[in-house]
């Protein structure tokens, strides 16, 4: 191989790796907000009538916030419909 074409594979695998994590890090930062206070409220209510639920809402409030998807995941085991959140 070239120089100039080990040159260019090694640009072109940085800059991969850059946009990577850069989408890691926005998908991140969008699955770990937090669910509004409603479907929070909503899941609660659904652990408190399916005690079979609280191992999964304890799972959920280990890091101390209750993010859209653990909700989810708890109403939908529940037998509740999630609507997505705005």
């Known amino acids: 191989m070239s120089r100039r074409m080990i040159l ?3 640009t072109l695998a940085l ?3 850059g946009i990577f994590l ?3 890090v926005f998908y991140k930062k969008q699955n ?3 669910a509004s206070a409603r479907l929070q409220e909503r899941a609660r209510v659904a652990v408190e009538k399916n005690p ?3 191992a999964d809402w304890d799972k959920a ?3 101390g ?3 859209y998807p653990e909700a989810k995941a708890i109403l939908e085991k529940a037998g509740e419909k999630v609507e997505p959140e705005e």
Do not use: C, G, P
């Open 15 to 17: 800059a991969a790796m």
């Open 52 to 54: 079979q639920l609280k």
């Open 65 to 67: 916030v209750l993010t």
């Open 8 to 10: 260019v594979s090694t």
């Open 22 to 24: 850069i989408a890691q």
């Open 61 to 63: 409030q280990e890091d």
């Open 32 to 34: 770990l907000q937090a």
